[in-house]
């Protein structure tokens, strides 16, 4: 009878960065956005969006004006 060493059940060594058969190499998921009427050049510029509905406002303070 063959004596099993441990290194023979344990998976060969490889580099995190490089991927296998094992590890999906991504999963995308796009919500569908709704057509809007897009701002002018110089509000879409002012907002840093050409998109109403992406104009999410950022606090640095936490929100407190």
């Known amino acids: 009878m ?3 060493s441990s290194s023979d059940n344990e998976m060969p060594k490889r580099d995190p960065a490089t991927p296998t058969e094992f590890v999906p190499l991504a999963i995308a998921t ?4 709704p057509w809007e009427q897009p701002y002018d050049p110089a509000s879409a510029l002012k907002n840093g969006t050409i998109f109403p ?6 606090y640095v303070t936490g929100g407190d004006l």
């Open 53 to 58: 509905c992406l104009n999410l406002p950022f």
């Open 30 to 33: 796009v919500p569908m956005q």
């Open 2 to 4: 063959n004596k099993i």
